[in-house]
T-cell receptor, first 109, second 115 residues
Framework: GQQVMQIPQYQHVQEGEDFTTYCNSS?????IQWYKQRPGGHPVFLIQ???SGEVKKQKRLTFQFGEAKKNSSLHITATQTTDVGTYFC?????????WGAGTKLIIKP | NAGVMQNPRHLVRRRGQEARLRCSPM?????VYWYRQLPEEGLKFMVY????????ESGMPKERFSAEFPKEGPSILRIQQVVRGDSAAYFC?????????????FGPGTRLLVL
């Protein structure tokens, strides 16, 4: 069946360093969505990418959708403590979203 | 416009009891999804429902778990004869239309603890 692999599982960064998470699908996706879950919270929608090669920015966050529409990335520039949480990608399935396992962003003390 | 509502927010059950989790979707949303999240793990899809219909229950355990979304009232996820391994956060999400084209709006979750 369809699978979305997301790496890394965890990323420890110093505040001010960059953070990147990658998603790779076993099949071509019609779209991909990104969500953020704060510790103890629930997933919150960030963005949806639809077009091949699409790049979208939200302040310090840059989202990319690969040319083949099988992979995507989220890059955060100059991380801040408010960025802490788990970032999930989710690709279009037949009836529902196929979720990556998430990448947990941890800021080193 | 109220968001997705889930109750209770926390639920404690002893082994063998039943757990009932409720989800009221956002106003105007007729598609509901249930997910389970174990500590430090990702979201696991359980079931997708529309009003009075189960569309996809491929993620639901075959035994003890059931879900419904009646014509009136909230969606219910029911777990019979709970075991310790059922302890998790259960999230409900809703969308206005079908499938992955639509953003899913999540409720705050129900944290189930089985003693």
């Amino acid at each position: 069946g369809q699978q979305v692999m997301q790496i890394p599982q965890y990323q420890h960064v110093q505040e001010g360093e960059d953070f990147t998470t990658y998603c790779n699908s076993s099949t071509t996706l019609s779209n991909i969505q990104w969500y953020k879950q704060r510790p103890g919270g629930h997933p919150v929608f960030l963005i949806q990418l639809v077009k091949s090669g699409e790049v979208k920015k939200q302040k310090r966050l840059t989202f990319q959708f690969g040319e083949a529409k099988k992979n995507s990335s989220l890059h955060i520039t100059a991380t801040q403590t408010t960025d802490v949480g788990t970032y999930f990608c989710a690709g279009q399935g037949n009836y529902q979203l196929i979720w990556g396992a998430g990448t947990k962003l941890i800021i080193k003390p | 416009n109220a968001g997705v509502m889930q109750n209770p927010r926390h639920l404690v059950r002893r082994r063998g009891q039943e757990a009932r989790l409720r989800c009221s979707p956002m106003k105007g949303h007729s598609h509901v999804y249930w997910y389970r999240q174990l500590p430090e793990e990702g979201l696991k899809f359980m079931v997708y429902l529309q009003k009075e219909n189960i569309i996809d229950e491929s993620g639901m355990p075959k035994e003890r778990f059931s879900a419904e979304f009646p014509k009136e009232g909230p969606s219910i996820l029911r777990i019979q004869q709970v075991v310790r391994g059922d302890s998790a956060a259960y999230f409900c999400a809703s969308s206005p239309r079908a499938g992955g084209q639509e953003t899913q709006y999540f409720g705050p979750g129900t944290r189930l603890l089985v003693l």
